[in-house]
């Protein structure tokens, strides 16, 4: 079936460095795919997303490109802030009614 | 449009007792879908509705597990003869469902955190 791999975290990080936060993504079809962040004690906030090859989502100066190629969807940002410490969450729309199926998650903590 | 919303926020149960959990979703639209999160984990799909009707149940949900959505705007999420092993964070979302460049979005609700003691 349909799945999301992300790297492990928690990832740490001095604030004003780069961020990547890696994932990839195994599917049939053509899904769309989703990077949602989700802040201590709240639901989850759509990021970014892309619905097809080569596309680049982008918001709050968060990017990710879809790779088709590699199957990848990674999330990056130039220069983090201590506002962006969250969970992260990868994810695709499923073929269908299109559930979303969900990575594990990765925690960033930036610090000042 | 005020977002999705979920109620309570909190609920706290002893174990073999019912709960119920309910999610107003975005005005308009159709699709309304329930996810389960548990600690460190990310959420996983329960069940979904188009409109009234519920077209697809995860095998995730049990037979104590049942959700409606009467008319097509908010929905229920029951739980009967509660387990520890159901503690979570129930989610909520919605779609617009309809053909166009965001119909697949989904926008999620603040969550129901369960513990069952």
């Known amino acids: 079936g349909n799945s999301v791999t992300q790297m492990e975290g928690p990832v740490t990080l001095s604030e004003e460095a780069f961020l990547t936060i890696n994932c990839t993504y195994t599917?049939?079809?053509?899904?769309?795919l989703f990077w949602y962040v989700q802040y201590p004690g709240e639901g989850l906030q759509l990021l970014l997303k892309a619905t097809k090859a080569d596309d680049k989502g982008s918001n709050k100066g968060f990017e990710a490109t879809y790779r088709k190629e590699t199957t990848s969807f990674h999330l990056e940002k130039g220069s983090v802030q201590v506002s962006d410490s969250a969970v992260y969450f990868c994810a695709l729309t499923d073929t269908g009614f299109q559930k979303l199926v969900f990575g594990t998650g990765t925690r960033l903590l930036v610090s000042p | 449009d005020t977002g999705v919303s979920q109620n309570p926020r909190h609920k706290i149960t002893k174990r073999g007792q019912n709960v119920t959990f309910r999610c107003d979703p975005i005005s308009e639209h159709n699709r309304l879908y329930w996810y389960r999160q548990t600690l460190g984990q990310g959420p996983e799909f329960l069940t979904y509705f188009q409109n009234e009707a519920q077209l697809e149940k995860s095998r995730l949900l049990s037979d104590r597990f049942s959700a409606e959505r009467p008319k097509g705007s908010f929905s229920t999420l029951e739980i009967q003869r509660t387990e520890q092993g159901d503690s979570a964070m129930y989610l909520c979302?919605?779609?617009?469902?309809?053909?166009?460049?965001?119909?697949?979005?989904?926008?999620f609700g603040p969550g129901t955190r369960l513990l069952v003691l």
């Open positions: 979302a919605s779609s617009p469902g309809v053909a166009g460049g965001n119909q697949e979005t989904q926008y």
């Open positions: 599917a049939t079809g053509y899904p769309s």
